[in-house]
């Protein structure tokens, strides 16, 4: 969300977009019409527009392609029986939105302005935005000078506001949380793929043959052998991975049994509904994968803590969506994309 709005001020300085209308003309719009109101601060429909319109250009040059269809689809494809991609999408809009502004209201009691150089910064990007886009296309994403601005300097704040919110958050993880084991695994999937690139099931034969490979491995290993020679003996690909009792990309019945160990010590082979697994720990405590696990728990910390005074001050305030007029924004309709080139 955060890293979001942060791109946002790049592309409204260095983003050329180009506008296509799919179905027509669509809703009749007053950009001062109130789409929710925030205590007492409306948030215009000319801001709502242009960010949605920035955010639907992100989702429509980059990850229609992705997903292996075009953007018209994307936003009509079903996340549920109640919601379509677009209504999911626009729903976060809204809410990512909402939530600039209820952050804004309390910039005060953070002591949270903008500085001189924050305000020509703003000044600069709005009208590098206006110069790189054409008439028509600022009018149907409400791109004139004064939605942008309001939007880039509520960003700006709110991007401060994140930095100040989080501040007394606990900054101290000890190793014994963070803790990151190292190890060294083999996984033969029971899974096999034929020269035509079909996936099948292995027969019980296959299987049995796999569960003596990793004997195989495991005895050669017993007897000296290090686990990457013992895996590469039996053509089987070797790999490392750091965890704790956590971890979700691999097996967890296997991370059970990984997790007990000592270090040096050899699993038992593990068989899974997936396949077979053999690993060996190779360090206790893995110095950069636990560092790097220490900064995701502080991240945690202050995204707890983010959330914690956003939903308090929710439940201070009356919001009123007015959901007629955000309902005049449909990207099925009308699409956005961004034209490449270097920023």
């Not at 791109?7 to 003309?25: D, E, F, Q, Y």
């Not at 626009?90 to 302005?113: D, T």
């Not at 899974?272 to 728990?297: C, F, M, N, P, V």
Request: with cysteine; aromatic share 6%.
């Amino acid at each position: 969300m955060i890293s979001f709005k942060k791109r946002l001020l790049v592309l409204a300085a260095a983003s050329t977009l180009a506008v296509t209308s799919l179905t027509g003309c669509g809703h009749s719009v007053n950009n001062e019409e109130a789409v929710s109101t925030i205590g007492k601060e409306k948030i215009p429909f000319g801001v709502a527009n242009f960010y949605a319109r920035m955010q639907q250009a992100q989702y429509e040059t980059y990850y229609a392609g992705m997903m292996g269809t075009t953007a018209e689809e994307m936003w009509k494809q079903q996340v549920d029986k109640k919601k379509t991609y677009e209504e999911m999408v626009k729903e976060g809009v809204m809410e990512n939105l909402e939530n600039i502004y209820l952050i804004s209201q309390h910039a005060k009691e953070y002591k949270v302005e903008l500085t001189k150089e924050e305000e020509e910064a703003i000044e600069k990007a709005v009208e590098e935005f206006i110069a790189a886009n054409e008439e028509s296309t600022r009018k149907v994403i409400s791109g004139s000078k004064e939605y942008v601005k309001e939007l880039l300097e509520k960003i700006t704040i709110q991007n401060k506001m994140t930095t100040q919110m989080t501040a007394d958050v606990d900054q101290n993880v000890s190793d014994k949380e963070a803790a990151q084991k190292a190890m060294n695994y083999v996984f033969l999937s029971f899974k096999k793929t034929a020269q035509d690139g079909s996936v099948s099931d292995m027969t019980a034969e296959e299987k049995k043959e796999l569960k003596e490979k990793a004997q195989d491995i495991k005895a050669a290993v017993s007897t000296g052998k290090s686990f990457e020679e013992a895996a590469k003996a039996q053509e089987v690909e070797m790999k490392k991975t750091t965890f704790d009792k956590k971890t979700t990309s691999v097996d967890a019945e296997f991370i059970k049994v990984a997790d007990a160990l000592k270090e040096n010590e050899l699993s038992k082979v593990v068989e899974t509904e997936s396949g077979i697994y053999i690993g060996q720990i190779t360090s206790l405590l893995d110095r950069e994968a636990t560092d790097a696990k220490k900064e995701t728990i502080i991240n945690e910390r202050k995204a707890a803590k983010y959330q914690e005074l956003v939903d308090t001050w929710k439940k201070e305030t009356k919001i009123d969506r007015n959901k007629k007029v955000w309902g005049k924004i449909d990207f099925s309709k009308t699409g956005v994309t961004m034209k490449q080139k270097s920023e």
